[in-house]
C-alpha cells in the first residue's frame, strides 16, 4: 500500500516572512523521495478546519500586523481545535511569529497584546533592539543549523521543554542558553525560513512521527543529503563566527553601504 | 571652508568610497549642506528597495543630454558619508561645485538625514520590498524611515511616488508639497500571482488588499475590499508595453500631462519598465524637454552589473544581479522569455553588503526555472553555494549541478558551456559580482560587449 500524508500550510500568504515556505517545499519533496504521497492543502482566515484530519501542520513567521490578524484568528474555537489536534498527536511546526503565537500570550514591543494558544507553557515580550544571525542548536537526535532574526524574547514556563540548548545564537531570549519548545509532536522555534531544507535528519523527524501516528510505523530509507549536509555544517561555520561577533542589532542604524 | 580637508579627502579617495567622507563629515559637519548647496539647479534623490541605481542613472543620462553637469554617487555608495565622498571628489580644490544638479541614490535609512542636508527639489521612490530583513528589521520600519523624510521635504520640492506599490503611495499622506504619482496600466503577464508574494494591506482597515492585476511582485492595481481605497490614478502611467529578450529591450507608451510619448528602454524587465517610468516622471517634474528624455533613455547604457553584457572569451555574458525575491522572479522571467537559457552560473554570497541570512532563496521561483527552461548546465557559487545548490535540488535539478567555492574557477568551469558566441547568464548578488568583475578582469576582459 502506498503511503499518504495531509500536510496543512496554515496562513501561508500571511505568515511567511522569509523564505518560511522552503519547509512545506521540503516536506513535499522529502516525502516524494521516501515514496511516500504528499498532500498539501492550504487554509487562511476564516477557514473552517478540522485540523485533526492532517498529519502535518507548517506555520511560518509574520511581523506585528499579520500576527494580529492570525492571533485574532485564533481566538475562541479555531485555537482550541488546533490545541486538541496537538493532543491528538498531531504534527506541528511553527516558526518564529507562529511560535510566539502558540504561547500564552505574546507583549510587542510597542506595548500591544496578542493572545496565544496556549499550546506551549511559554510567554514573549518584544525586547530593545532584534536578535539577529546564524544560529545552531543542539536538539535531542541532532543539530538544528538556521538562521534567527527576532525582536520577541520568550521565557519558557515550568512545564514547557526547550527543543533545544543554543550552541551558538541567541535562541529564546538571548539569555537562558534556550531555543524552542515542543509538546507532544508541536515543535517550536526561532529558526526561521528554511528550516528542514537545512535540517534534513529533522524534517525526517517530523515525517516519521506523521506515519507513526497515521500508520503505526515510520519506516524510512536513507536519502542521499551529502550537499544538505555541507550546507548545514556552513551554517554551523558561520553561527560560530556570528557568536564571535556577537552584538544585539539596531535596525536602521547606519552600519555599512547597501548597494542595491 | 579648509582647503586642507580637501586635499586630504581627494588622498583617502583612494582608500574606498566611504571613508573620505566620513573623515570630512566628523571634521566639518555641514559639509554636504555646502557643498550640495552651491548646485544651482540643487538635487534629486532616488530612494526605495529596488532599482534606486538604475532609476538614478536614467535621469543622470537624461540631465546630461540637457546640458547639465551632474554630480552622482555612481558607486552605489548610498550612506551620507558616501554622498558626501562622491560631493568633494567633484569639487575644485578651493571647495567649488562646477556641476549644475545632483543626483543620489540614498539608502531608506539615510533619507531624512540627507533631506536636512541638501537642497532637494524632487525625491523618487521606487518601491518597498522585503529585502536584508537582518539589517533593516521589518519592513514597516523601513517605510516609516523614508516617511519621515518625506515630511522633512520642502514645500516646493516634488515627491515622485510609485502608485502600484502601495506602500510607496501611502507615503502621500505624509506630503504637504506636490505629488506626482507614476504606474503602469498595461499588464505584460495579467493577474500572475506568485506564492511567495508579499502580502499588503489597507493602513484603515487592515485588510489584505484584493488585486485586479499584478505587474511584478505586489506592484499593480490594488483596492481594499473594506473601504474601497486603492491605487491612485497615476498622473504618468504607461498604457502599453512591448517586451524583448534578455539581450533586448522595451518599447513603451506612455501618457504624460503633455501628451502621449512614445520611448525606447535598452533594458528588459518588468521592473526596468518601473525604472525608466519613475525617471521619466521626475524629467517632467524638473521640466526638462522631451528630447533629452527620449536620447537619455535611448542611449542608456546598463549599470554595473544590472543586465550588463560582456565579451569573454568569446562568449556574451550577461551579467545580472540578483538581491531579493521580487528581483530574481523578475530575472527568471526574463531566461524564460530568451527561451533556450542554458548555461547559468549562480554566484550567493551572504557578507554584510549581500545581507547574511539567504533564507530569501526560498521565496524565489525556481520551480518555474527549473521546469520551464533548458538548463544543461548549472555553476553555483559563492560563500553560500552548497545552499543554493540544495535549493535547485528541491526545485528538482539534483544532476547537472556544478559547485564550486572560488568565484574565478566558477567563471572558467561556467565558461565551458556555451560553446564559441553562446550565452552565459550570471547571476550574482551583489559582492559575487564585485568578485566576479576582479576574476573577469584577471582574465584580461573587462571590455564591454559593443567595444568587443
Ligand atoms: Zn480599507
Known amino acids: 500500500m502506498r503511503r499518504s500524508l495531509r500536510i496543512l500550510h496554515l496562513y501561508p500568504e500571511l505568515m511567511n516572512l522569509y523564505g518560511d515556505r522552503g519547509n512545506v517545499l521540503a516536506l513535499r519533496a522529502r516525502c516524494r523521495w521516501h515514496g511516500i504521497d504528499p498532500r498539501v492543502e492550504t487554509a487562511s482566515l476564516g477557514a473552517r478546519i478540522d485540523y485533526g484530519a492532517y498529519d502535518v501542520i507548517v506555520i511560518g513567521g509574520g511581523q506585528d500586523r499579520e500576527q494580529r490578524l492570525v492571533s485574532r484568528d485564533l481566538a475562541g474555537d479555531r485555537g482550541h481545535a488546533l490545541a486538541a489536534a496537538v493532543e491528538d498527536g498531531v504534527c506541528l511546526l511553527a516558526v518564529c511569529g507562529a511560535y510566539q503565537l502558540l504561547g500564552k500570550y505574546y507583549v510587542t514591543a510597542g506595548g500591544e497584546t496578542f493572545p496565544g494558544v496556549g499550546v506551549f507553557d511559554l510567554v514573549t515580550e518584544g525586547g530593545d533592539g532584534r536578535l539577529v544571525g546564524h544560529i545552531a542548536v543542539a536538539a535531542e537526535g541532532g543539530t538544528l543549523a538556521g538562521f534567527e532574526n527576532h525582536g520577541g524574547r520568550t521565557t519558557l514556563g515550568p512545564v514547557a521543554r526547550p527543543l533545544g540548548k543554543v550552541l551558538w545564537g541567541y535562541g529564546n531570549n538571548g539569555r537562558d542558553g534556550t531555543e524552542g519548545a515542543f509538546y507532544r509532536n508541536a515543535f517550536g522555534t526561532y529558526l526561521h525560513g528554511p528550516l528542514l531544507p537545512g535540517n534534513p535528519w529533522f524534517a525526517d523527524r517530523l515525517i516519521a512521527l506523521a506515519l507513526e501516528r497515521r500508520y503505526g510505523e515510520a519506516e524510512l530509507e536513507v536519502l542521499d543529503d551529502q550537499m544538505d549536509l555541507m550546507a548545514h555544517r556552513e551554517v554551523i561555520r558561520q553561527s560560530r563566527l556570528d557568536a564571535r561577533r556577537g552584538s544585539v542589532r539596531q535596525p536602521g542604524k547606519e552600519t555599512g553601504a547597501s548597494p542595491r | ?452
Not at chain 2, 555646502?34 to 536614467?58: D, H
Not at chain 2, 537624461?62 to 567633484?90: C, D, K, P
Open chain 2, 1 to 452: 571652508m579648509s582647503k586642507l580637508l580637501i586635499k586630504l579627502c581627494r588622498a583617502l579617495g583612494y582608500a574606498g568610497s566611504n571613508l573620505p567622507g566620513r573623515v570630512a563629515l566628523f571634521l566639518y559637519p555641514r559639509i554636504l549642506a555646502r557643498l550640495s548647496g552651491q548646485c544651482r539647479s540643487g538635487a534629486v534623490l532616488v530612494t526605495g528597495t529596488n532599482g534606486k541605481t538604475t532609476t538614478a542613472l536614467m535621469l543622470t543620462g537624461i540631465l546630461n543630454r540637457a546640458g547639465l553637469t551632474v554630480v552622482h554617487n555612481r558607486s552605489g555608495a548610498n550612506l551620507i558619508s558616501g554622498i558626501t565622498a562622491t560631493y568633494l571628489q567633484a569639487c575644485d580644490w578651493r571647495g567649488r561645485m562646477k556641476a549644475a544638479i545632483g543626483v543620489a541614490e540614498v539608502d531608506e535609512a539615510s533619507v531624512a538625514r540627507v533631506v536636512r542636508e541638501m537642497p532637494v527639489r524632487a525625491i523618487v521612490v521606487t518601491n518597498f520590498f522585503r529585502d536584508q530583513l537582518d539589517r533593516f528589521g521589518e519592513l514597516d520600519h523601513t517605510v516609516t524611515l523614508v516617511g519621515r523624510g518625506l515630511e522633512l521635504l520642502g514645500d516646493k520640492a516634488w515627491a515622485l511616488l510609485n502608485a502600484d506599490d502601495p506602500l510607496v503611495a501611502g507615503l502621500a499622506g505624509a506630503r504637504r508639497g506636490p505629488i506626482t504619482f507614476y504606474g503602469v496600466e498595461a499588464d505584460a503577464d495579467p493577474g500572475e500571482h506568485h506564492p511567495a508574494r508579499e502580502i499588503r494591506y489597507c493602513s484603515r482597515c487592515e485588510l489584505p488588499f484584493r488585486y485586479l492585476a499584478v505587474t511584478y511582485g505586489h506592484l499593480g492595481h490594488y483596492r481594499c475590499p473594506g473601504c474601497g481605497d486603492g491605487r491612485p490614478v497615476p498622473d504618468i502611467a504607461v498604457t502599453g508595453i512591448w517586451q524583448g529578450g534578455a539581450g533586448a529591450g522595451s518599447l513603451l507608451a506612455v501618457r504624460t500631462g503633455r501628451g502621449p510619448v512614445e520611448l525606447a528602454v535598452p533594458l528588459p524587465g518588468m521592473y526596468n519598465v518601473y525604472n525608466a517610468l519613475a525617471a521619466v516622471a521626475c524629467s517632467d517634474a524638473l521640466d526638462l524637454p522631451w528630447q533629452a528624455v527620449e536620447e537619455g533613455l535611448a542611449a542608456f547604457t546598463a549599470s554595473f552589473g544590472r543586465m550588463e553584457r560582456l565579451a569573454v572569451d568569446g562568449r556574451e555574458v550577461l551579467l545580472i544581479l540578483v538581491k531579493n525575491p521580487a528581483g530574481f522572479n523578475e530575472v527568471i522571467r526574463i531566461l524564460l522569455r530568451d527561451g533556450d537559457c542554458a548555461d547559468v552560473l549562480i554566484a550567493i554570497n551572504n557578507k554584510y553588503a549581500d545581507g547574511t541570512d539567504v533564507s530569501w532563496l526560498w521565496d524565489v521561483d525556481f520551480e518555474r526555472l527549473v521546469a520551464g527552461a533548458r538548463l544543461d548546465r548549472v555553476t553555483v557559487a559563492g560563500t553560500r553555494a552548497e545552499a543554493m545548490a540544495v535549493r535547485l535540488k528541491y526545485a528538482g535539478l539534483d544532476r547537472g549541478v556544478t559547485m564550486c567555492s572560488d568565484l574565478g574557477d566558477a567563471l572558467r568551469v561556467a565558461l565551458q558551456g556555451p560553446g564559441p558566441g553562446g550565452r552565459l547568464y550570471v547571476l550574482p548578488t551583489y559582492t559575487a559580482m564585485l568578485g566576479l568583475r576582479d576574476a573577469i578582469r584577471r582574465l584580461g576582459y573587462a571590455r564591454r560587449y559593443w567595444e568587443a
